[in-house]
């Protein structure tokens, strides 16, 4: 017998710009974010000033450049501040790149040895150093900082979070802002979202230490919280003693706003967009989703692509029950599980809209 359990989880989504990431690891996936170390947390040496990038926990292994570009300076700096790289950060590499129109500087720190030389034109995936533990490491490990318009340690609010740059293959991102948040306000997430150690027990991050005048949020995002390396699944967010309350759903490679959940508020500013509770609930075999496309709004066409798809907890699209050009009306779809190819088996699945470039909703 096969008995599905739908729980609504109600999305409205307006993001204008694609959720993607936008450059390569700069290490292999078998090497992870180190959770202590990440954007815009205090460094445990200097709790006056952010980290202002992640730590990759790497030994002495290959590490690439992240995408094309040109290297700007390769320099070694064991305690002091040279004017390019934060103090310590021993055998390091800047690689200049472009990113929206604008100059992006990728910066390695504590390697080995660098493999590249001043100048040298790279591409995206080509091996530039050898990670280590030179100058003021806590043990083998690659910084990495990503700083945007200068490269200057000092420029403002310069810095970008790695994480909402890349991610393990297979793996997504979630991303925040809690209005009036002070800095390093905890952010809980639950379950676990990380796939492999170090992050065997992690379950919260920071917001960004904004004190830190260095320390800004994406061009377009504009968070003030990140989570990456997430597996693809459903999560609860929660700070500020659960005041602020997200629940999301990531997929792999995608970055996910934990702020597109809607509150009632909000969902009766699109009263006529409607994505119902499937019925029966539980059921066996058969359950019917119902949803609502709105009548005479501007932003959607007479005639839009709707998706409607149904995925397992982890993420994997289990069903395309809709793909196709629809007008403005109501519309009821069947779930039938006998009609699968593969065998579907019991447990919660999510079931997703998509209406154009508009309107997201999903249940699970």
């Known amino acids: 017998m096969v008995i599905i359990l739908l729980i609504l989880l109600l999305f409205a989504q307006n993001i204008t710009y694609p959720q993607a990431f936008r450059i390569d690891r700069p290490a292999k996936d078998s090497f992870q974010i180190n959770g202590s170390y990440l954007y815009g947390e205090p460094r ?19 590490v690439y450049s992240v995408s094309e570009g040109q290297v700007y300076f390769i320099g070694y700096d064991p305690n002091n501040d040279d004017g390019y790289e934060p103090a310590g ?53 690659l910084h990495f900082e990503i700083r945007i318009g200068s490269p200057s340690p000092g420029a403002v609010r310069s810095r970008r979070n790695p994480e909402l740059w890349f991610a393990i293959e297979g793996t997504g991102a979630i991303y925040g802002s809690i209005e009036g948040a002070p800095d390093e306000t905890r952010i809980d997430i639950s379950p676990d979202p990380k796939p492999r150690p170090p992050y065997t027990t992690f379950g919260w991050a920071l917001t960004y230490k904004f004190a830190d005048p260095t320390v800004g949020s994406d061009d377009f995002y504009n968070e003030n919280y990140a989570i990456g390396d997430v597996k693809p699944g459903a ?67 007479s005639h839009t692509i709707v998706k409607l798809k149904v995925y397992d907890i982890l993420g994997n699209e289990v069903a395309t029950l809709v793909d196709e050009r629809q007008a403005s009306g109501t519309y009821e779809v069947q779930f039938d599980v006998n009609s699968m190819k593969q065998h579907i088996a019991s447990g919660m699945y999510i079931y997703k809209i998509v209406i154009g470039e508009k309107y997201i909703s999903a249940k699970k």
């Open 89 to 141: 950060c021993g055998n390091y590499i800047f690689v200049k790149s472009e990113w929206n129109n604008k100059d992006a500087y990728f910066l390695y720190c504590h390697l080995s040895k660098p493999l590249v030389s001043d100048n040298q034109q790279l591409v995206g995936g080509e091996p530039i150093g050898i990670s280590g533990n030179t100058g003021n490491s806590t043990g083998p490990h």
């Open 44 to 62: 445990f040496w200097d709790p006056a000033n952010a980290h202002r990038g992640v730590d990759i926990i790497i030994d002495h292994d290959t």
């Open 235 to 301: 999560y609860v967010i929660t700070a500020l003693n659960g005041s602020y309350r997200r629940e999301v759903f990531v997929e792999a490679g995608k970055i996910t706003n934990a702020d597109i959940t809607t509150s009632l508020q909000e969902e009766s500013i699109h009263a006529d967009f409607r994505l119902h509770q499937n019925y029966p609930n539980p059921f066996n075999p058969t359950t019917t989703i119902l949803y609502a496309i709105p009548v005479g709004d501007a932003k959607i066409a």
